[in-house]
């Protein structure tokens, strides 16, 4: 299959990437890149569904994945997955000897190993220049289920229309579901026995890099994980705190330790950020050097600073994101051609590993199964959102009043970087705007 044969499938089927921003897949088939990487680093704490997925279609995934390979003229393929994954790693060892130019890229149990620039230094030793992209290091990086869903629409013909999400922490049982896009928070924590607190706080995605989001907020293309957890739990005491008293706080208490910056993944791999200079600048209004601002565009928001480095509980991490956002809304662009320093000789001894992580984030006690229940729950209604990925939102393609079938095109790609949505659920259009479609099946 040549690339803009497989281009077309993914467009068409709504294939983006099943986490973070959604990167519409069909760009990223590159003839540039001569190595690609499957990522299986469950890159937060708690998170289980990509090793559960790569387990159960070990060989329907990596047949997938060597095809993409194919198609791109990759000549190695690599999967990065984490050496405690023992069982999805004999999944893969039964088959891999099938495959040509395919490896296992072995990881530590560390954080953040799924982290794109961090994993393909980790597989490769290339470091992804400040601010680049992977394929100019000749790199593509895919998820796992992201490569499953390309399975499934050119084998079974199935668009993107459901989304496995793990559901856990305060809950009855915890379980791993795949529910119809467009399905309430609250509906899935309830196929996990429900909240076991009383005023359950709802978090969506991982601990390190999620948000805190309401029971009706919906599932979408990227949902992977929801955790529900008490409202004094250290992780959402830390997401309300509000920028005006992080600020005050790091102008009394930092005493410029730099362990932020000592345990910082980026900085470790050469990139130059530097939180504890940007720490102190901010805090004393210093702009003599204005490149320890504009650096922060390379923060990767993993939440090492905040979360685990920084022995004041001050937020690096969450002010360095309030200036990115003022200099981008001020039209300020990301520098180019920064070339990164040397990788730091400290590095190995610096990483983090993920039982400590979850011990310092009050995680521990949640670290339990989450079987994957891998039958597409039924639902009566959804709400699925015309922007689900990067790049411009699909077109509406139905009306109020129009009955559709799961599986049928709801909006289409848009000009430019976009993809198809479609029906999650058989039913009729109850409502249609340009920034959602919602349908009922009673």
Do not use: W
Not at 33 to 61: G, M, S, V, W
Not at 219 to 224: E, G, Q, R
Not at 312 to 332: F, I, T, W
């Amino acid at each position: 299959m040549d690339i803009k044969e497989l281009s077309s499938i993914l467009q068409q089927n709504g294939v983006v990437g099943a986490g973070g921003a959604g990167f519409p897949t069909y760009a990223k088939l590159d003839q540039r890149a001569d190595t690609i990487i499957l990522n299986c680093a469950e890159c937060e704490p708690l998170l289980r569904l990509h090793r559960q997925l790569l387990e159960k279609y070990a060989f329907e995934i990596m047949d997938t994945f060597h095809k993409v390979g194919e198609a791109v003229g990759a000549k190695e393929v690599i999967i990065g997955i984490k050496k405690a994954y023992k069982k999805t790693i004999e999944a893969l060892e039964a088959h891999i000897g099938s495959f040509d130019n395919m490896r296992l890229g072995l990881l530590d149990e560390v954080y953040p190993a799924g982290d794109e620039v961090v994993l393909i230094y980790e597989v490769t030793k290339k470091v992804v220049r400040p601010g680049g992209l992977p394929i100019e290091s000749g790199v593509a990086v895919f998820n796992v289920e992201t490569i499953y869903n390309l399975y499934r629409a050119m084998n079974q013909q199935t668009p993107v229309v459901d989304k496995l999400v793990s559901v856990v922490a305060e809950v009855n049982h915890p379980v791993t579901v795949r529910v119809p896009i467009g399905v309430t928070v609250e509906e899935v924590v309830a196929l996990a026995g429900g909240a076991k607190i009383p005023n359950p706080v709802y978090f969506m995605g991982g601990p390190m890099m999620g948000n805190i989001v309401s029971g009706q907020a919906v599932i979408t293309k990227t949902s992977n994980a929801i955790l529900v957890l008490p409202e004094d739990h250290l992780i959402i005491q830390r997401k309300n705190q509000k920028a005006k008293i992080n600020m005050a706080r790091a102008a009394a208490s930092c005493c410029q330790c730099e362990m932020c910056t000592d345990l910082c993944p980026r900085h470790a791999l050469g990139h130059p950020i530097n939180p504890s200079m940007f720490m102190r600048a901010a805090t004393c209004k210093d702009v003599q050097n204005p490149n320890i601002f504009i650096n922060t565009f390379f923060c990767s928001s993993c939440g090492l600073c905040e979360m685990y480095s920084c022995m004041q509980g001050l937020s690096p991490r969450s002010l360095m994101a309030e200036y990115k956002m003022g200099l981008r809304a001020a039209g300020v662009p990301v520098p180019k051609d920064i070339v990164p320093e040397p990788v730091k000789p400290s590095r190995e001894m610096r990483k983090i590993p993920m039982e400590r992580l979850m011990s310092r984030l009050g995680l521990t006690k949640y670290n339990v199964d989450a079987p994957l229940q891998d039958d597409v729950v039924a639902m009566k209604r959804v709400k699925i959102m015309l922007r689900q990925h990067i790049g411009a939102p699909a077109q509406l393609a139905v009306k109020a009043g129009d009955t559709v079938t799961r599986g049928q095109v709801i909006a289409n790609p848009a000009n430019g970087l976009s993809v198809a949505i479609h029906a999650s659920i058989d039913g009729k259009v109850i409502e249609a705007n340009e920034n959602y479609v919602m349908i009922d099946n009673n």
